[in-house]
């Protein structure tokens, strides 16, 4: 077996040089084998990171032209577009996704560097001549300073994409703290930004834990956080941040819900749920987990869904299969648990994960994908958020009963409905209380130019991440009033400033 390779710090573009006192091992899931060895920062080198960086950025970052900013910007979509296979590679070896989904991310991720390129048109301000006579008002929008990405195992590349684009294009410096389950994807894609232009220090990669996120959370020189994860933490990361002055999104946990109507297309939702349950194993913010079969239809999609289900193929990512492994030992058993709560809740195990086939070498992490009926509130299985192949049918009686749960479930990420009735479709979109809709679309992941976020326990703070929300995330507003000498105008008057 190899050593374990280190794994460390980009900070001002080269790999850090110190000894870590405390480190993380990183595996790969597939195999169970240790691949490599995270150094994990502390208090003290955060600080020393945010200083530099905020020094680069007053520096030339803050001044640096429009022009300037796209040119990165074009180089580095270039780049990423370029080695987007080797980001895949590296993104399979440490979450265990198959390689076309790892694929797939990094393209979404691509998406959101595509909408930065257009930077300058995205912060022209407005301009009124004349707004009393020889006045004129004019809005800008500045860059914060040194800004904060805190990222989940989930979508190692995907998702600091979704933020580190934008605050680079908005002139500010980044400070991104990876999971350390699966750091080696932002490293990668840290370098390319430094073979764009980007001067070193405005990007920099500080990898560990809750030390290093608290060390950015509590920094001074830290002006806002985009924080995404499980919702205790996120609650956590928004409290102490603000608590802490600074501005941050922190986007959380779900559960969400399909609702399938007795006119859908059941072979269009059988095919939904199945890709939407079990792609990525179930480790999507996006997942389908409760699939919510309006009668008299559950009996046939349950049959199309366990039809489908057993043409998977479950095992090492790099390999022709269609679920990989889960991303730990310790999240597998975590998951693995569930199957035994919701058999002892009461609800029908149709498909038991734990029997069949994998194609893979070594001692992976795997759950085949798991199928219950019966599923109510109140079962753990229902209750809390998986994050595993577990799809759970909750059978109800109409529209209004499926609607009910989707409403009063703490989490609102994501939800789709299928059917073919338009008003139906149409009441949906209106009634749900829920950030992201998908109506016949399994998981509504919007595009860049529009902005992600979920509603109620799965968003904290007002910003959703990318499009027009992102760009006012990492900028702040400012409204110039103008005058230039005018003899006129002069003289003293003591009341409020009124337009003439
Ligand atoms: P996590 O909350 O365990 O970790 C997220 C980040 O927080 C990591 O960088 C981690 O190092 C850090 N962290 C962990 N514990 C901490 C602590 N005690 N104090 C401070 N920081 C801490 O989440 P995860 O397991 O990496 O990711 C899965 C979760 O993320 C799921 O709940 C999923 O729904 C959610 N998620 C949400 C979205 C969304 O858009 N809403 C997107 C992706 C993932």
């Known amino acids: 077996?190899?050593?374990?390779?280190?794994?460390?710090?980009?900070?001002?573009?080269?790999?850090?040089?110190?000894?870590?006192?405390?480190?993380?091992?990183?595996?790969?899931?597939?195999?169970?084998?240790?691949?490599?060895?995270?150094?994990?920062?502390?208090?003290?080198?955060?600080?020393?990171?945010?200083?530099?960086?905020?020094?680069?950025?007053?520096?030339?970052?803050q001044t640096s032209s429009l022009t300037r900013r796209t040119q990165v910007l074009f180089a580095f979509r270039e780049l990423l577009n370029a080695r987007k296979d080797e980001i895949a590679t590296l993104i399979t070896a440490e979450h265990g996704k198959v390689l076309s989904d790892a694929l797939g991310e990094v393209t979404r991720g691509l998406e959101v560097a595509e909408f930065a390129c257009g930077i300058p048109h995205l912060l022209k301000g407005g301009f009124s001549e004349n707004v009393s006579t020889k006045v004129d008002v004019y809005s800008i929008r500045q860059p914060l300073g040194v800004v904060a990405v805190i990222s989940p195992f989930n979508f190692p590349a995907m998702v600091p994409l979704w933020f580190v684009p934008i605050a680079i294009a908005c002139g500010n410096a980044?400070?991104?703290?990876?999971?350390?389950?699966?750091?080696?994807?932002?490293?990668?894609?840290?370098?390319?930004?430094?073979?764009?232009?980007?001067?070193?220090?405005?990007?920099?990669?500080?990898?560990?834990?809750?030390?290093?996120?608290?060390?950015?959370?509590?920094?001074?020189?830290?002006?806002?956080?985009?924080?995404?994860?499980?919702?205790?933490?996120?609650?956590?990361?928004?409290?102490?941040?603000?608590?802490?002055g600074k501005r941050v999104q922190a986007l959380g946990g779900a559960k969400n819900h399909m609702l399938v109507l007795p006119d859908a297309d059941l072979d269009l939702a059988a095919d939904a749920a199945v890709n939407a349950g079990f792609g990525s194993a179930g480790e999507r913010c996006m997942a389908i987990s409760a699939l919510l079969a309006v009668e008299p239809v559950a009996d046939d999609l349950i049959a199309k869904i366990t039809d489908r289900m057993g043409k998977l193929v479950t095992g090492d990512g790099t390999r022709e299969v269609d679920m990989g492994p889960l991303v730990t030992a310790e999240h597998a058993a975590k998951v693995t648990a569930y199957l035994d709560a919701g058999v002892e809740a009461g609800a029908r195990l149709v498909v038991d994960g734990r029997e069949g086939d994998i194609d893979a070498d070594g001692d992976g992490f795997f759950l085949r994908p798991t199928l219950f009926d019966g599923v109510e509130p109140g079962m753990p299985v229902y209750d809390d958020e998986i994050f595993g192949p577990v799809l759970?049918?909750?059978?109800?009686?109409?529209?209004?009963?499926?609607?009910?749960?989707?409403?009063?479930?703490?989490?609102?990420?994501g939800t789709a409905i299928f059917t073919n009735d338009g008003g139906a479709a149409r009441r949906f979109?209106?009634?749900?209380?829920?950030?992201?809709?998908?109506?016949?679309?399994?998981?509504?992941?919007?595009?860049?130019?529009?902005?992600?976020?979920?509603?109620?326990?799965?968003?904290?703070?007002?910003?959703?991440?990318?499009?027009m929300e992102g760009v006012h995330f990492f900028t702040r507003g400012k409204v110039v009033t103008s005058r230039w000498l005018d003899p006129s105008h002069g003289g003293l008057n003591l009341g409020f400033p009124q337009n003439q």
């Not at 980009?10 to 870590?20: N, Q, R, S």
């Not at 560990?208 to 509590?218: I, N, S, W, Y």
């Not at 759970?392 to 990420?413: F, H, K, Q, T």
């Not at 860049?448 to 326990?457: D, E, L, P």
């Open 392 to 413: 759970s049918v909750v059978r109800v009686a109409s529209y209004d009963e499926g609607l009910d749960l989707i409403n009063a479930n703490p989490y609102g990420n």
């Open 429 to 467: 979109q209106n009634e749900a209380e829920v950030g992201m809709v998908g109506i016949n679309v399994p998981i509504p992941v919007p595009m860049a130019y529009f902005s992600f976020g979920g509603w109620k326990a799965s968003l904290f703070g007002d910003s959703h991440a990318h499009g």
């Open 1 to 61: 077996m190899s050593t374990p390779a280190r794994i460390t710090h980009l900070i001002a573009g080269e790999p850090w040089e110190g000894t870590a006192r405390r480190t993380s091992p990183v595996f790969n899931p597939a195999t169970g084998a240790q691949t490599g060895v995270l150094d994990l920062a502390d208090a003290a080198l955060v600080d020393e990171v945010v200083r530099g960086a905020k020094a680069v950025w007053q520096r030339e970052w």
């Open 174 to 244: 980044v400070v991104i703290k990876p999971s350390e389950k699966d750091p080696s994807a932002v490293n990668a894609v840290a370098a390319l930004w430094r073979e764009a232009g980007l001067p070193d220090g405005v990007l920099n990669v500080v990898h560990g834990d809750k030390e290093a996120v608290d060390a950015l959370l509590t920094h001074p020189d830290v002006r806002a956080v985009s924080f995404v994860g499980s919702t205790p933490i996120a609650k956590y990361v928004y409290e102490t941040g603000t608590a802490h």
